[in-house]
Every structure is written in C-alpha cells, then in structure tokens.
C-alpha cells in the first residue's frame, strides 16, 4: 500500500508550493494531450471521411463540428466546474467535503450527458437545418449527429474524472485512458469506413464506442482508489450545498463554451451561404481551431486549479502569479502554434481533404486565423483566473456581450456588406479583444476583494 502511495505521490503536482513554471508546466502538458486528444475524436472523423469517402460526406461530417463543439463544450464546462470545487476542498484538506462534492458532481455530469444526448436525438434535423447546412449534406449530417450523440453520456463522466483527477494533480492518467480510446477510434474509423463502407455514419459509430471505452476506464480508477478521490456507488448521493458550488461555476463556465459554440452557429451560417467547396475546405481547416485553442485550454485548467487549490490553502501570494504565468505559456503555445500552420497550411489541410480546390478554400481561412489565436489568451486567461477564485457569472455575461452579440453584429453588418471570407474571419481578433479588457478589469476589482 505504501509503495502505492508513493507512485501516486510521484504522479501528482504539487500546486500549493515549488516553482510555478514548473510545476504548471509539468501539470499541463498531459492535459494538452488529454484535450488534443478528446478533439481527436471528430477529428480523425474528418481525416477518414476526408480520404476515404467523398468531399461529401467530409462536408456533412464538417456541418456537425459546430453544434458538437456546443454540446461537448457544456460538458467540458462542468468537469471545469468539478475541478475547481474539488481543488478548494482538497488545498483546505476537507475530507467530507471533497468526498461529497465528488459524488455529487457524478450524478451532475451522467444527468447532464443524458439531456445532452436526448437533445441531439429529438432535435439534429431542425439544428442542422437553422444553420443553413446544404441540402446535399443534410441526411448525412443529420445522421452523424445521432449517432455521435449516443457517447455524451460518456464524455460527461470523462469530463467528471478528468476534473477531480486534474484537481488531485494528476493530469497523467487521464491522458493514458483517451491515449487508448484515441487509437481505438482511428482503427474503428478505419474499419467501418474501409470495409463497410459505412461513410459518416461509421466514423460516428467509432466515435461513441471510443467514448465510452474512455468514460470507463476513468470511472474503474476512480472506483479503485483509496484516497479522498474514491467514487463508491453506495455513497452516491447529491449534496446540494456542494452540488450548488459545482452547478454555481460549472453551468456558467459550460455555457461559456457553449455561447462560442452558439456565436460560432452565425459564422457557420455565413460559411454555408458560400459553395459547397468553401464549407468542405472550412471543415478541414476548422480542425486547427480545435487542436491550438485546446493546447491553449490545458494552461487555463492550470491557472483555475492551481488559483483555487491556493486560495483553499490560503496562499494569497503565490495566487498573483497563478495569471502571469499561465498568460505567458498561453500567449507563446497560442503564436508558436498559429504561427507554424501559417506556414504549414497546405500540408495541415492535406490530412483531412484530398481535392486542391478544398485545400485552396482552407487556406483562405488559415491566412487570417494563424495569427489571431494568440490573442485569445488575454480573456481566456483572465475567466480562468476569476473561476478560480470563485467567480463565473460576471465572466459569462461579459463573454456573452464581447464574443456572442458583438460577433452576431459583425455578421449582420460588416459580412453582410462586404461577405468575403477575410469579413467573416476578423470578427474573432476583434471580438477577443474588445472582451479580453472587460474580462481583465473584472478579475483585477474581484482579485483584490478576495485579497482583502
């Protein structure tokens, strides 16, 4: 037992003392590859179909990523909101606290990987149809959205894992458990695809099945721990004075990710009233998106754990740095990553899409995003940092006029008039912008009153 313990010690990073680049550093890099990897999943949907099937059946798999993107964001949102309640309880060393907040935190999560999956059944067609997807890609869409849909229950209760897992500091083991389920997903892809001709509906069936192998796999550990962290189905109950602070930062935090999904349906829409070439080549370029802003995503997981975890345990000062130094690595992965597909576009678009003209219609998007990304770390950064101490409402809101309503305007307005792609595509830097100064102001007046 006690050799056990000393390996899970090795595991884990200490948040409340040591260097804080390093430490940080070390915690986020295994949650980069854990969120690379969960965008794997559409992903590789995207290459397969994109090389083994028609552009078709690339474009309508490609139609989906936005409204996936909202759902899996909602959930991404509340195992954000598990992570940083856990967090406080363990940095205050609260046993009771931080087993009732797990366990209620589960049956939060399976609940909401339930509804979410319902939607998608009863609601894909009338979704797909208001943003504008093309007539030609509808029925596939529609069906890849179904059956895709099948696995949130799972991703939910991966989600849950990775929360109270990342909170102990431990960001390896859930990286291992959707390594596995990652390369599973490839090889289903390929074979449904392949073999069975099976198109966007295989590369979804793959998908699901990949989905719960993850959500599994983590819920088993969870189950065999001996630590604060253990889940026990017999002490499964919901604790509303801790189910409140979970549901308090983790809906806010989820409708975060859900209000760029719902911003992002207006730009789909502008995308779609382009040729069926433009949408395809949008797909496959879309993909950067997923894989920069999650690499982006790992630093503010760190900034919010490791902000929380210290202000439980009381450590005010080190709480300061917890910004600066997840800004720093944000900043540089957001402009080294964009940087390097600015360059290496053509070979990035040539993983998903096989025509020239596709690839060519990808680029127009790549030229203006590849140095944009960056950017997002000054808001991005400063909503981590206010969910960390506490704080999720007011970011939202802040999100919802900066990112939501000023991007619906452009759309109505400065596309309208000039609808090229470069009209529609700077809407992104100039709306984190304009929110990144809000965002920073709030969390510097909210900082100091939690100083106080």
Known sequence: MSNEIAKRRKRTIEMTKGSLWKNMFFFSVPLMFSQILEVMFNLSDIAVVGHFADYKALGSVGSTTTLVTLFTGLL???????????ANKLGAGDEKATKETIHSALIICAAAGIFVCLICLLFAGPMLSMINTKPELLDQAVLYMKVFALGMPATAIYNFGNGVLSARGDTKRPMYYLAFAGILNVLLNLIFVI???????????????????????????????????????????????????????????????????????????????????????????????????????????????????NWGAGNKERMKKCYFVALTYSFSAGLILGGSLFFFGRPFLSLFATEPAVIAAGMHRIRIMGFSYA?????????????????????????????????????????AYFHTIPSLYLLYIFSWGLTAIAENIYFKVSFKKVLA
Do not use: E
Not at 76 to 86: F, P, T
């Open 76 to 86: 991404i949102g509340l195992g954000s909101g598990v992570n940083v309640q856990v």
């Open 195 to 309: 073999v069975f001709h099976m198109a966007a509906v295989g590369v979804a069936t793959a998908s699901a099945i990949a989905q719960y192998v993850s959500g599994g796999l983590i819920l088993i550990h969870l189950m065999r721990r001996d630590d604060m962290c253990k889940v026990s189905l017999r002490k499964l109950r919901y604790h509303n004075i801790y189910g409140k602070g979970i549901l308090y930062l983790g809906v806010p935090s989820g409708l975060q990710n859900a209000i760029f999904a719902i911003a992002n349906l207006f730009v789909q829409s502008g995308i779609n009233s382009f040729d069926a070439i433009m949408v395809s080549g949008n797909a496959a370029a879309a993909n950067a998106d997923n894989l920069i802003y999650n690499v982006m995503f790992a630093f503010y997981v760190a900034c919010s754990s490791f902000m929380s975890q």
């Open 375 to 415: 950017f997002s770390a000054f808001m991005d950064c400063a909503i981590a940092s206010s969910r960390g101490i506490g704080k999720s409402i007011a970011p939202t809101f802040i999100v919802i006029m900066g990112s939501c309503v000023f991007r619906i305007i452009w759309i109505y307005t400065v596309f």
